[in-house]
């Protein structure tokens, strides 16, 4: 995970303020996460457009675009349903960067999913994040990439817990986050087993069971 902040290009810079309601008032929003959105969000910019025009790096299909969409929140963060709801409307790969007041200073996270357009979106997507730092940490420059697709997996693999091999694309990128997730999620679970379990030797085996999923995470990271 990167505790940085990355400097987006000047020529990609738009600063277009994107009404809140528009994102939420179709009727696929349930009403409670409405009511997050209203609570959490103060405004929405379209701070940066990524793309073949602007930084003269070609598209794919997969990745025709890259937005930057700064989030200023209401009160001490903003919620992934209320961020899954702008990814659902917004088809493009997004970085967020949501800031909030802390005290006497203004604070900034970077979070995004992983999102190529096209990607189904019934599921709900797995955000990731950096650490909140001072909006006025300093930035660090794009990686170096031959196109959005490459630039796109060189942005978010910080953020993951899992590192992009060299030559992977995309799906693959996407196959081995959902499974880290699912083996992170087993993992916690025989944990709480194995914690509650009284019997020695079903404790055991449920052990044994836990070193098994736990090597599996090590390979896909």
């Known amino acids: 995970m990167t505790d940085g902040l990355y400097q987006w290009?000047?020529?990609?810079?738009?600063g277009a303020r994107l009404p809140k309601e528009k994102l939420y008032e179709n009727g696929l929003v349930?009403?409670?996460?409405?009511?997050?959105?209203?609570?959490?969000?103060?405004?929405?910019?379209?701070?940066?457009?990524?793309a073949e025009e602007t930084i003269n790096l070609p598209s794919t299909d997969a990745v025709p675009e890259i937005e930057v969409l700064q989030v200023d929140g209401k009160r001490n963060?903003?919620?992934?349903?209320?961020?899954?709801?702008?990814?659902?409307?917004?088809?493009?790969?997004?970085?967020?960067?949501?800031t909030r007041e802390a005290g006497a200073r203004r604070e900034v996270r970077m979070v995004a999913a992983h999102k190529p357009r096209g990607m189904g979106t019934s599921k709900?997507?797995?955000?990731?994040?950096?650490?909140?730092?001072?909006?006025?940490?300093?930035?660090?420059?794009?990686?170096t990439a031959i196109s959005l697709d490459a630039l796109y997996s060189a942005l978010l693999?910080?953020?993951?817990?899992?590192?992009?091999?060299?030559?992977?694309?995309?799906?693959?990128?996407?196959?081995?986050?959902?499974?880290v997730r699912r083996l992170q999620q087993e993992v916690?679970?025989?944990?709480?087993?194995?914690?509650?379990?009284?019997?020695?030797?079903?404790?055991?085996?449920l052990r044994r069971m836990l070193r098994s999923k736990q090597a599996e995470l090590e390979e896909q990271k």
């Open 9 to 14: 290009p000047n020529v990609s810079y738009l």
């Open 30 to 50: 349930t009403a409670g996460v409405r009511e997050k959105f209203v609570a959490d969000v103060q405004r929405i910019t379209w701070t940066h457009k990524i």
């Open 77 to 98: 963060d903003v919620a992934d349903a209320v961020l899954a709801v702008i990814d659902k409307a917004i088809p493009n790969p997004i970085f967020f960067e949501i």
């Open 124 to 143: 709900a997507p797995a955000y990731y994040s950096t650490r909140w730092m001072p909006a006025d940490i300093q930035r660090v420059p794009l990686p």
């Open 157 to 179: 693999a910080p953020l993951t817990p899992i590192k992009v091999r060299p030559g992977e694309d995309l799906p693959h990128v996407g196959v081995r986050l959902a499974t």
């Open 188 to 205: 916690a679970g025989l944990e709480r087993k194995i914690r509650s379990e009284q019997q020695l030797n079903r404790k055991v085996e």
